[in-house]
């Protein structure tokens, strides 16, 4: 019998608590203090889970890399019709765009990086695929 068992993406860097921020107000969530001040989680609407940790050495990564090999990235599911919206509310809290390239339609997929230099993309998606009934 498989335990029970609870994923969660950490994030690694300097500083904690903007990055947790950044996160709670872009995915209209909360940062909670973990089990230390270096240690904050962020919950938002009980379906997703980040969590920041300081690490003092942490270096942003180089998204995409010169040679093109996979990196993970967040990857989060907008409606299609809510792409530029989304975009301006990354961007004006702080995100940086990687790539400029602006796809439309239902394939579009935008890359940035959060205040911390931790890269994602911003992928439009059909209602579905965001757990809505068609």
């Known amino acids: 019998m498989a335990i029970a068992k609870t994923g969660i993406l950490v994030l690694d860097c300097t500083e904690p608590a903007p990055l947790a ?8 969530g909360e940062a909670r203090i973990g089990s230390s001040p270096d240690y904050i989680e962020v919950v938002a609407g009980g379906r997703i889970h980040l969590a920041i940790r300081r690490d003092p050495g942490a ?6 890399r010169p040679d093109d090999s996979q990196q993970a990235h967040l990857h989060f599911l907008v409606p299609e019709d809510n792409m530029d919206e989304a ?7 702080g995100a940086r765009p990687l790539e400029t390239r602006e796809n439309h339609g239902p394939y579009d997929a935008r890359r940035y990086a959060d205040p911390a230099g931790h890269p994602f993309v911003l992928a439009a998606s059909e209602g579905h695929a965001l757990g809505q009934a068609n």
Do not use: I, N
């Open 21 to 28: 921020d950044f996160y709670a107000q872009f995915l209209g």
């Open 59 to 64: 270096a942003p990564a180089s998204w995409p």
């Open 87 to 93: 975009e301006r509310e990354a961007v004006a809290l």
